[in-house]
């Protein structure tokens, strides 16, 4: 079936460096991509989204970008902060799935001092 | 601003009893979720409406069942508890094809 899938579980990364998660979808139907944030005993929180008629959307520290030819979908992440340590989830969305909104498997971010 | 809000928080269930976990929006949003999240786990899609009286089957249906008699309530029910169950449940809401939002989640168990 259509899925949503990432490359890395676990990234761990120096304290200013910069962070790539990497997510692969399946469904070339897709049509709105979203990145979540989940922080231990929380509910994910959105970080920024991306529609099919772009490849790249940027906003505060965070860039991510889509290629839609291999359907392969990557969060950036500028100068990493102790704050940004948590699970990170891609989504998918389309009008052809009725907005059967599916995640992936997350990645954990783990940001070392 | 509320937005979504989940009941109870936490709850333990015997095997074989019944819950229904309580998730209400105040966004007038036409598209409600529900996920399971087991420990260490993605998100796991149960049901998902979108709109009032309209239901359909995720990727994890089984032992669940809901309802979306109005916009603003989508609850969802176990009749008859197992094990399997014990995970975290996430309500979310959406406007159309935008972001979702998330209420703080239920945390069962099931004993």
């Known amino acids: 079936g259509e899925s949503v899938g990432l490359h890395l579980p676990t990234l761990s990364v120096q304290e200013g460096d910069n962070s790539i998660i990497n997510c692969a979808y399946s469904n070339s139907a897709s049509d709105y991509f979203i990145w979540y944030k989940q922080e231990s005993g929380k509910g994910p929180q959105f970080i920024i989204d991306i529609r099919s008629n772009m490849d790249k959307r940027q906003g505060q520290r965070v860039t991510v970008l889509l290629n839609k030819t291999v359907k392969h979908l990557s969060l950036q992440i500028a100068a990493t902060q102790p704050g940004d340590s948590a699970v990170y989830f891609c989504?998918?969305?389309?009008?052809?799935?009725?907005?059967?909104?599916?995640f992936g498997s997350g990645t954990r971010l783990l940001v070392r001092p | 601003n509320a937005g979504v809000t989940q009941t109870p928080k936490f709850r333990i269930l015997k095997i074989g009893q019944s819950m229904t976990l309580q998730c209400t929006q105040d966004?007038?949003?036409?598209?409600m979720y529900w996920y399971r999240q087991d420990p260490g786990m993605g998100l796991k899609l149960i049901y998902y409406?979108?709109?009032?009286?309209?239901?359909d089957k995720g990727e994890v249906p089984n032992g669940y069942n809901v309802s979306r008699s109005t916009t603003e309530d989508f609850p969802l029910r176990l009749e008859l508890a197992a094990p399997s169950q014990t995970s975290v449940y996430f309500c979310a809401s959406m406007k159309g094809n935008t972001e979702a939002f998330f209420g703080q989640g239920t945390r069962l168990t099931v004993v």
């Open positions: 989504a998918e969305n389309s009008m052809d799935s009725s907005y059967k909104l599916i």
């Open positions: 966004m007038n949003h036409n598209y």
């Open positions: 409406s979108v709109g009032a009286g309209i239901t």
